[in-house]
Every structure is written in structure tokens, then in C-alpha cells.
């Protein structure tokens, strides 16, 4: 297969992009890969909402930008953080135009939440599945747009450059350049090529790599592990998001998200003594931002010896809240836990990857013809720790500049005709049907531990040293059977995972303080020197 435009993903990210250049060039076929269905994927389960400077007499982009650069501890690149907040708003417009709906007031205004960070009401939402009706607005618009064609359940597994032709490539080569990918079709288990002039990854978090996360199965890593393996550039791995308060529901994987819109709301967080502790740990209380809270649950926990803390959402206006969050509503329910009687247990769990591919601020990674946009990626935007609601946000705008820099770059690459005439097909010459598939499984739970055990939300240097030793023999063992056996998404994931979790260790290793969400009690002051620990 070979094409101009190819996406890996089909998020909020690799849709957006996906469309926009599909409408550019509607003589051109654009093709999507997707590892499973089309809407399997982080950003369908999205809750809270978007952010975005909507109300411009109480609000404005110096508010927005403020609240991120706060929330982002002295690391957020402050040029792209002021083309987030201002293009933001243009971005959304154009997503109500594909048909999102978000809801409104009773005056017909759209009705603006609050989360952790935020100092004004800023964030759009649809209920409490914000994710879910923009996935759906966007599928739909893809739908209407002839020349994009979406391949699902196609895994991708790595993206071919001069290394594949038989050139060493480095870290130190300067000019790596994508040529495309090698993708294994489930359904065939066979292994095929696509050449493309552009490859865009929008590839979305690593959630899965630690035993408690709101991600879904999806959330691998696999963009991230691609391009360290290819030799590109990953920054700030480090930061990983702890969401505060998932649902403490024991044995349920991915855990299920109370969005921190039900603390913009009202919800207050108690201890098992039913002691509202957010007090002692910031004077925003509740809504302080993430990392903040997550570290304050994590200290309640431990001090009391309990695996969660409460929710209490009893004072709550009962048909507001149902009205708002229906389906969190539903869930708890579900569950034997009618909300406006019962706290809610609650726990934090691993929800957003804030490091990344490094890109620029037109989304170009270090590797030629290749861009990465969305969770994927790290533009500089949210620092040390994202500011809640600006991921959606992230993901459009820059969907916008990876598009409008294509346009550019694909004249170019056109002119200048150095594509090279042959790829090799992928190798699968002495591998054999894997005899235990149970050694992959059993090598996953064994990672997701180590993370969770060693890296989680309080580190220390001791702590690291033993998740790194644990990492290099599941990363030599895994390396071996991958060698030996016929390739399959299991295997790609483990390998892919034990990657990021390798790149989030050495990345906390390297950062010898403690920052927005990288805490390491070794380490508790801040370094003077700001930088991002690029691998
Ligand atoms: P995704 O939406 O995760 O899409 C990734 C795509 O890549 C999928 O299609 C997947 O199949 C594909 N893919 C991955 N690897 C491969 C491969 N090897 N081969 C082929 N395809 C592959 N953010 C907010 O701003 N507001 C919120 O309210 C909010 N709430 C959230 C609630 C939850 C429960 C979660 C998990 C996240 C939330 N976030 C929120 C974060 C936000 O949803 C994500 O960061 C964002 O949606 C990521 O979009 P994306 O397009 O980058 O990736
Ligand atoms: C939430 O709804 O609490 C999640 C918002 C986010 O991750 O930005």
C-alpha cells in the first residue's frame, strides 16, 4: 500500500488531522490505521470536558494561560502554551461545526465547569461523556468525507527508516527519515507495508503500563516505543498523571473515571475518618490541581492504611447532579452506591501521559516526514503536570499545525523526489507460533507491578535503582521471545510497554528533584536549572 498521508490512530488527534487534510486535498486518499475499532480510545472516555476561553467578560486567554503555566511548575513552554489557549477557541467552533454538541444553560449559553487549576469556568462538555460525543462528531464527519479510508484492527508495529535499507542509524544521525510502516493485519496475521510521504502518530497514552489506570486496553505506549526505537527524540517521560479520584472498584480494569468536574460541582474528598483533608494540603482545598490532590490522597491513604479515600457528593442538588453526570450517576448505582446518599470510594489511579514524542511547534518530531500530535506527544504545553481539560484542547490545535505544515512539506518532498524506490518486506524468517502465550501475560502483570510498586506517585532513588533491575531482565527476556516467535499485538504491546516503562524510570532517574508530578522524597527541592530530560 502507498500514500501521501498516513495516520496511525484514529483519537481526537489522528481524526482531526485526518480531516483537515482530507478536505485540502480531495483528489487524495488519506488512510487511518487503528489498532482496534474506531472509537476504542482514550478520548472517547473522556469526561469532564475541554477547556477553552468561552466566556470573554469573566474570562480570557491570560487567565487560561496563567492556570496552565501554575499547573505546569515552571516547565510548560510558554510560546505554545499561548498558542493552545488562543487558537483553542477556533479549534472547538470548528468541532460544533462537525456536529459535537455541548451542552447549554437555560439561556441557551454554553454552561461552563470548573476542575482542579482553574480559576474561571472555562470547560465545555457534553454530560459527563464530553469524549464520547466528539469521538462520535468526528467518526461521523469522517464518514461523510469520501477519501479518508479508516483500516481498524491493523496494529502497527514499528515505522521504517534507513535502517530498514541496511544504514546504521543512531541517535547522532541527523537526518532519520519515515518512510512509512510495517502493520500486522489481526484479522490475516499477516504483516504488510505502507509507504507514505507523511506519516502522522497519534498513537495516545501509556496508561496500561501500571496495574491501576483510567486508560483503556489501547493505551500502550506504542508511538512512544516506536520512535525511541527508530531513534527520535522522548521527553519529560516521567510526568505521568495521576487522576485523583477513579472509582475503587477491586479486580476492575481500566478503572472507571469520576471526572473532576464533580469536585468543580461541589464534591468534597473525606478520609476514612470523614475529615475533609484538602485543607491541610492547599488552600484551593479540592480543586487544587492534580498532582496536588493526588499526592494528598496518597498521604491519607497510607496514614490511615486504607487502599481509598471518600467522595461526598450527599450535599449535592440531586437532580442537578443527575443531570450533569448521568452516567457516573448510572455506574455508582450499579454498583450498590446511590451518590446522594453514600460517599463515593475513590482512589488515584494513572491517567495521562504528559512526556512524549518531542516535537516543535508545528508537531515535527526529530525524524524527518514524520509528525506526532495528541497524547502521543510532547509539545511543551503541560510541563511538569497538565492542567485538567487541555488535553482535547492540545490535540486539535495541533491536529491544525501538523496539517497546515504537511501542506508545506509534502510540495517539498514532491520536488525534491528522494523517496527511495524499494522498501524490504518485514522479516519473519525463523520465528515460530509462540508455544506460551501465558509468558506474555504473566511478563505484563509483572511490569504493571513494578511500575505501580516502585514508580508511582512518591518515588525514591532506592525505589528506581530496583524498578530499573527489575525492567532490564523482563526487557532481556521479552527481547529473546520476541526474536524467536511470529509477531502479535500481545507481544508488540509487552514489548512496547516495557519500553515506556523503562523510558519513564531512566527519565525520573535523571531528575534529581521534585516537580509538578514527579516527587522523589531523595529529592524534595526544586532544582534551579528548568529542563526537560530528553532520552
Ligand atoms: P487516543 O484517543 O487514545 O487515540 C489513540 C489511537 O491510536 C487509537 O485509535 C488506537 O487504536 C491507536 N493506536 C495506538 N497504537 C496503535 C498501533 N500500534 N497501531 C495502530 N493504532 C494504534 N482530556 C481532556 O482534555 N478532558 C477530559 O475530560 C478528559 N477526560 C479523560 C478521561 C479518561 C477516562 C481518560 C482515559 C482520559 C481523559 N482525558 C481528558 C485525556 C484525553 O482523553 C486524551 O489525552 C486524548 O483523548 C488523547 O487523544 P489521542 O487522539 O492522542 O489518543
Ligand atoms: C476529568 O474529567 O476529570 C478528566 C479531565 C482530564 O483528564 O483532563
Known amino acids: 500500500m502507498q500514500t501521501d498521508f498516513l495516520v496511525i490512530g484514529s483519537g481526537i488527534a489522528g481524526l482531526t488531522y485526518s480531516l483537515k487534510v482530507a478536505k485540502y486535498y480531495p483528489e487524495k ?12 480510545t482514550n478520548t472517547k472516555y473522556a469526561q469532564g470536558g475541554i477547556a477553552g476561553v468561552w466566556d470573554e467578560e469573566k474570562d480570557s486567554y491570560d487567565k487560561h494561560i496563567e492556570d496552565t503555566l501554575i499547573a505546569g511548575d515552571g516547565l510548560c513552554n510558554e510560546k505554545i502554551v499561548e498558542i493552545v489557549v488562543k487558537e483553542g477557541p477556533e479549534r472547538i467552533k470548528e468541532i460544533i461545526e462537525y456536529g459535537a454538541r455541548f451542552d447549554k444553560d437555560a439561556s441557551g449559553e454554553y454552561s461552563l465547569g470548573k476542575e482542579g487549576g482553574h480559576s474561571e469556568n472555562r470547560i465545555l462538555h457534553h454530560k459527563d461523556v464530553t469524549g464520547q460525543e466528539m469521538e462520535r462528531a468526528l467518526l461521523e464527519e469522517v464518514e461523510r468525507t469520501h ?30 527519515t519515515c518512510y512509512g510502516v510495517y502493520v500486522l493485519n489481526v484479522h490475516s496475521n499477516a504483516v504488510e507495508k505502507i509507504t507514505s510521504k507523511i506519516t502522522l502518530l497519534a498513537t495516545g497514552g501509556n496508561g496500561q503500563v501500571y496495574r491501576t489506570t483510567t486508560n483503556p486496553r489501547i493505551a500502550t505506549g506504542d508511538g512512544v516505543a516506536m520512535v525511541y526505537r527508530a531513534k527520535g527524540r522522548i521527553e519529560n517521560m516521567e510526568f505521568i498523571q495521576f487522576h485523583p479520584t477513579a472509582l475503587f472498584e477491586p479486580g476492575v480494569s481500566p478503572s472507571f473515571l469520576i471526572t473532576e468536574a464533580v469536585r468543580g460541582d461541589g464534591g468534597i474528598l473525606r478520609n476514612k475518618q470523614g475529615e475533609a483533608f484538602m485543607e491541610h494540603y492547599d488552600e484551593r482545598k479540592d480543586l487544587a490541581p492534580r498532582d496536588i490532590v493526588a499526592r494528598a490522597i496518597d498521604n491519607e491513604m497510607k496514614k490511615n492504611g486504607t487502599e481509598h479515600v471518600f467522595l461526598d457528593c450527599r450535599h449535592m442538588d440531586k437532580e442537578k447532579f443527575i443531570h450533569h453526570f448521568p452516567n457516573i450517576y448510572q455506574k455508582c448505582l450499579s454498583i450498590g452506591i446511590d451518590v446522594t446518599q453514600q460517599m463515593i470510594p475513590v482512589a488515584p ?27 502521543c506527544a510532547s509539545t511543551g504545553l503541560h510541563g511538569a503536570n497538565r492542567l485538567a481539560s487541555n488535553s482535547l484542547l492540545e490535540a486539535m490545535v495541533f491536529g491544525q499545525r501538523c496539517f497546515t505544515d504537511s501542506t508545506e512539506l509534502i510540495e517539498e518532498i514532491n520536488n525534491n523526489n528522494h523517496f527511495p524506490s524499494e522498501l524490504p518486506d518485514w522479516k519473519a524468517k525463523g520465528t515460530t507460533e509462540p508455544k506460551e502465550m ?98
Open 29 to 40: 486518499q488519506i488512510i487511518v490505521i487503528t489498532k482496534t475499532q474506531a472509537d476504542e
Open 147 to 176: 477519501n479518508i479510508r479508516l483500516i481498524k484492527h491493523c496494529f502497527v508495529i514499528d515505522i521504517i527508516t534507513q535502517h530498514h535499507l541496511g544504514y546504521l542509524v543512531t541517535k547522532s544521525t541527523t537526518d532519520i
Open 349 to 375: 489511579a494513572a491517567h495521562y501521559s504528559c512526556g512524549g514524542i518531542k516535537t516543535d511547534d508545528m508537531g515535527r518530531t526529530s525524524i524527518k516526514h514524520l509528525y506526532a500530535c495528541g497524547e
Open 438 to 535: 501465558i509468558l506474555i501475560t504473566q511478563t505484563r502483570k509483572e511490569l504493571e507491578q513494578i511500575m505501580s510498586d516502585y514508580v508511582g506517585i512518591v518515588r525514591t532513588d532506592v525505589r528506581l535503582r530496583r524498578a530499573m533491575r527489575r525492567l532490564d531482565l523482563l526487557y532481556e527476556e521479552t527481547e529473546s521471545l520476541y526474536r524467536a516467535t511470529k509477531v502479535s499485538p500481545q507481544m508488540c504491546e509487552l514489548r512496547n510497554l516495557i519500553t515506556v516503562g523503562y523510558l519513564i524510570v531512566k527519565g525520573a532517574e535523571f531528575r534529581k528533584e521534585s516537580r509538578g508530578l514527579h516527587y522523589n522524597t531523595d529529592h524534595l527541592e526544586k532544582s534551579a536549572l528548568l529542563q526537560n530530560i530528553i532520552l
